[in-house]
């Protein structure tokens, strides 16, 4: 009997039944309607049964298995089987470039929700229980089950893949003369397993079977969290149809796209790394195990430039008359959860000079140019990787561009653009070859509530890197480049440990950074060790304010991987708002202790169970790390902070009015991070009067440093009351909403009549743009 799921409330369900069957590739054809604020069109869906999978690999293993003994309820669908017919009948639009669709087929204007039997699921919303069997046992139907919330579908179709010109080449015939559900299956199964060095073939083909005909309407249902689909007579996942197409379109408030305005005011929508992932996107099989490539084409209007994750620099086609078509494509297999899209009037920022070494350096290579020799064994899955491509191993700059809201551009050419370079170089010069042949960097809205999401070629970075010195910004901009190993390259089997990839990112932007600068051993070494005393500071603040079991890195122990028989399983907490805001999987970074800290002997007493037990499925901070810290000397960065601190503190005990013959304290210049450290030492005094911060506002120019920086202000200012600066806390509010979250509450908590009108105001100038999951948390604090 299959396990059954029994979610928390802020549990994420998976509901895609993986241990049955996988998609292997999907087609998206969307058009962009920021009038109605919904993406609409098709999506085709490449599958592979997974007891196919299983015989390839002489596995016995028994994958499907049943959920209940009854059948479902469903609308007869009219019969699949069909002649043979040309795809250039099943559209108007047919054209290829570089695998892209520039039209859809025809859109569905009956307005019925065709197999629907139940009125609101014409909105994509259903409270009705499903006893369809999942897997292929009995006389029922198969059912398909796929992650989808907030989607409206119109549509489900098999496709009819035989009806390709030139597709005869994969049934070993020299003409196909009559089409089964086998035959099609058969087709499918010949294209998904293509070799890496056939990729193009395959993805042309791909583009070609998607503008295939439909050959049978499939019955289709959806509730809260799922799409499920069904063919009458295909009992199992087998015989269930390999290639299907869905007409769909989103909703306004769906959860995985953000529609809002950028800085300049001009209309965007982007992927914000939703809770929900991208199941309110596209149907899709969200686990991690469900590895797919995908390329799609997305319509816009003219004016608009779209970027998405894509190895391919896409540049726009000209449809009719003021629209325009952009296509992407992604060959390494990747979870559907890391497709990003951004779709805005982005202007594109271009180095000043670039040398002829520069372009040489940065010349794209592309699978097709690529020579796969085998440099190295790879486990994963035949893809064309760039980690078996002698040329790109010495690849240090891959080709790269940034695009930013126009109002940015100057911020940009200044702060962001002269970073990359070097940071990119910087990594390639510890680990290795790049995963990805290229990256775009995009300034997003400032509802962003984050300050930088990596994804497969594409980075996400918030405004606030852009202010006060580079420091922040290229932190940020080394840890996003890291994800490209861990999290993207790399990522875990389980949503829940993100400590995979964030506590190694974490790690890597220092080591990255520290080389980026071209600093000295001992002056990299002062630099990480700074960093480790704030990280410390944080870990040791969140402990004391989260509940425990948030601090959890691997709530599901044991656990944890682990799936239902149809694959479906639960993404813990995944759905807690606060979730998004906590820092504990990023801090609790023992990789730096044992790789640096930690003596050769003394390692051989850490084990597996120890670091599982201690680090990972525990609350609270490690003991070893407690211990660890106890005995760490401060090092000198921190040193001249402590010497500063003791000067302000004098400064802050002298009386209004002083003796001539006092000498002015003389102050130094500190870099970002020791600014950082210098305010959180004076946050612990209990007083600080209203000369002392108006001289500390003015010494170091805080209203102009980095987000980071200015946070620690602003929370001086919220801690002493000074009401003169007030006006720094609104504006840190309305342009630092990736880290303002924790502001709302210090100024509610104060109880203070103006500081609270403070938050409320600053709550209704920004709550309709604010990101979901911050407005809720904000909510909960004010009201």
Known sequence: MDVKLEPSWDDLPLMANTSHILVKHYVLDLDVDFESQIFEGTIVLFFESRNRLEKQSGSTKETCRSESNEACRFSTPEPCHSPVTDTRTSSSKTGYNDFAICGKGEKDTSGKDGNHDNPEQASGISSSKYCCDTGNHGSEDFLLVLDCCDLSVFKVEEVDVAAVPGIETFTGSPQITFVSEELRNQIVHELVTLPADRWREQFDYYAHCSQAPGCGELLFDTDTWSLQIRKTGAQTATDFPHAIRIWYSTKPQGRSVTWTSDQSGRPCVYTMGSPVNNRALFPCQEPPVAMSTWQATVGAAASFVVLMSGENSAKPTQLREGRASWHYYVTMPMPASTFTIAVGSWAEMKPEICSSEDLAAERSLTPSEADFRCVGICGHMEYPC???????????VIPHRVFAPVCLQGACQETLLPLVRPCLSAAHSVLGTHPFSRLDILIVPANFPSLGMASPHIIFLSQSVLIGMNHLCGTRLCHEIAHAWFGLAIGARDWTEEWLSEGFATHLEDVFWAKAQQLAPHEAWEQQELKADLRWRCLQDEVRNYPEEMQVLRPNKEKTGHVSDSGSSVIKHGLNPEKVFMQVHYLKDFLQMLLENIPEEKRL?????????????????????????????ECGLARRVGAEVHKWIRVNRRPHKRKRRETEEVFEKLLPDQLVLLLEHLLEQKTLNPRTLQSLKRTYQLSQQDAE???RWCELIV???YTKAYKDVERFLQEDQAMGIYLYGELMVSEDARQQQVARRCFELTKEQMDRSSAQVVAEMLF
Do not use: M
């Open 719 to 721: 801690k002493h009351k």
């Open 605 to 633: 007493d850490l084990s597996v169970e120890n670091i599982f037990r201690d680090w990972l499925e525990s609350s609270g901070i490690p003991q070893p790390l407690q211990t660890e810290r106890q005995a760490r000397a």
């Open 709 to 711: 920086v200015r946070h």
């Open 386 to 396: 760039r980690f078996q491509n002698p040329s790109a191993t010495t690849q240090e």
